[in-house]
């Protein structure tokens, strides 16, 4: 008998490590997508201030500049665009974290 509830205590035992060890990964892994929130943030202001100069820049060298063409550079305008909207779509799927 006594063998009986010392086993049934050592499973009980495992498996309460095994859930403080999943308590440990989920932690890690919030802690890890929180600052991928955090980056984006401060990423998505960046990419829309550099969008911004991009556009200044054009309006000030319609004719393109240091080489590159006025399609070239719209092509880069285009491309930041795309970015930031990859950027903030990521950023709205990880608003719901309790950051």
Do not use: W
């Amino acid at each position: 008998m006594v063998a009986i509830g010392a086993c049934i205590a050592g499973v009980l035992g495992y498996r309460f490590y095994l859930g403080g060890q999943r308590i440990d990964k989920n932690a890690t892994a919030l802690t890890a997508l929180c600052a991928l929130r955090a980056d984006l943030e401060q990423r998505i202001v960046s990419e829309r201030r550099s969008i911004l100069n991009s556009i200044v820049f054009l309006r000030h060298n319609p004719h393109g500049a240091f080489g590159f063409s006025r399609a070239t550079i719209q092509a880069s305008i285009s491309a930041q665009r795309r970015t930031l909207a990859n950027s903030v779509r990521t950023r709205r799927a990880l608003e719901s974290l309790d950051c």
